[in-house]
């Protein structure tokens, strides 16, 4: 857990260029502060079966820092949130390596679903302020999620940048392009719900 919490550290280092130095890193950086206690939160959920003492702080965390993360979601290695404020990762969601967030993201569920019901988002993927990602969707990797966009029900492909309400391709692999996101594709472990 060390090295990813080192990681973690080295992210807001690389990618804020308002952190001068370790120890104002360390001390000052708030989003990195709900990192780190999710991580904690995670390993007590996770490995050591304490899922009232993770969700416990998990609040705290929230209250200290204004990011609510989940502690049985999974978020890879050197993951930078910038400002922070107003994140919501939920309990089902899947976040690779390198990614980078912006304040105000929703990475939720819509309730249609049992199962996997949030996104999964691959490795070194940019989300910016004010996006929801909702759903059984997935994220390719190298995509961009312009601010303020709405990703619902429709899956991202890779090295894509998508913008708008409802989200729309407007760049693939560095070409300009105007196209509609393909429809999610439903794994087993997304289930609908049924409603009566």
Do not use: Q
């Amino acid at each position: 857990m060390f090295g990813t919490v080192l990681e973690d550290v080295r992210a807001v280092r690389r990618h804020d260029p308002a952190a001068h130095g370790w120890l104002e890193v360390i001390l000052c950086h708030t989003p990195l502060h709900a990192t780190l206690a999710y991580r904690l939160a995670h390993w007590l959920h996770t490995r050591a079966g304490l899922s009232l003492a993770a969700r416990l702080l998990s609040v705290l965390a929230r209250a200290w820092t204004g990011v609510e993360i989940h502690p049985a979601a999974r978020i890879g290695r050197a993951f930078f949130l910038d400002h922070g404020t107003g994140v919501v990762i939920g309990e089902a969601a899947v976040i690779g390596d390198h990614c980078v967030m912006y304040h105000n993201v929703t990475v939720g569920g819509t309730g249609k679903y049992l199962g996997r019901r949030h996104p999964e988002i691959g490795d070194h993927v940019f989300i910016g302020a004010h996006a929801t990602l909702l759903g059984p969707i997935r994220v390719g990797e190298h995509a961009r999620i312009g601010a303020n966009t709405l990703v619902i029900n429709r899956d991202v492909p890779p090295c894509c940048t998508v913008v708008g309400a409802p989200a729309r391709i407007v760049k693939r692999d560095g070409e300009r392009v105007d196209e509609d996101l393909p429809l999610m594709s439903v794994s087993p472990d997304a289930m609908p719900v049924e409603l009566s």
